[in-house]
Nanobody, 124 residues
Framework: HVQLVESGGGSVQAGESLTLSCVVSGAKYRSYCMGWFRQAPGKEREGVAV???????HYSDAVKGRFTVSRDDAKAIPYLQMNSLKPEDTAMYYC???????????????????WGQGTQVTVS
């Protein structure tokens, strides 16, 4: 049973930074594609950043150049380093995982089977 638990959210001022992490259990972590998604009130859940099995990173245009996704395979933890945060980054952030993800659609939420409960990020 795959479980994902996010942490690291909080309230910050515009321009500041946060790092999110996601503890993964019950899975052969190295085999999984790990994604970070976010959902603001009244909006669809959108892909933010993904790091795939080979360590290749993918980003949405909204965060490219500001966010960095990485993974520690020894600890089974993916990270999302968020710099130069903006008020429009305010959302619930979710960690997602799946074994088989089409690289053409890595930022699409439908590609992921396993999800965490989310961690809130508020930027003012």
């Amino acid at each position: 049973h795959v479980q994902l638990v996010e942490s690291g959210g909080g309230s910050v001022q515009a321009g500041e930074s946060l790092t999110l992490s996601c503890v993964v259990s019950g899975a052969k972590y190295r085999s999984y594609c790990m994604g970070w998604f976010r959902q603001a009130p009244g909006k669809e859940r959108e892909g933010v950043a993904v790091i795939d099995y080979d360590g290749m990173a993918h980003y949405s245009d909204a965060v490219k150049g500001r966010f960095t996704v990485s993974r520690d395979d020894a600890k089974a933890i993916p990270y999302l380093q968020m710099n130069s945060l903006k008020p429009e980054d305010t959302a619930m952030y979710y960690c997602a995982a799946d074994l088989i993800v089409d690289r053409s659609y890595v930022l699409r939420r439908q590609e992921y089977k396993y999800w965490g409960q989310g961690t809130q990020v508020t930027v003012s």
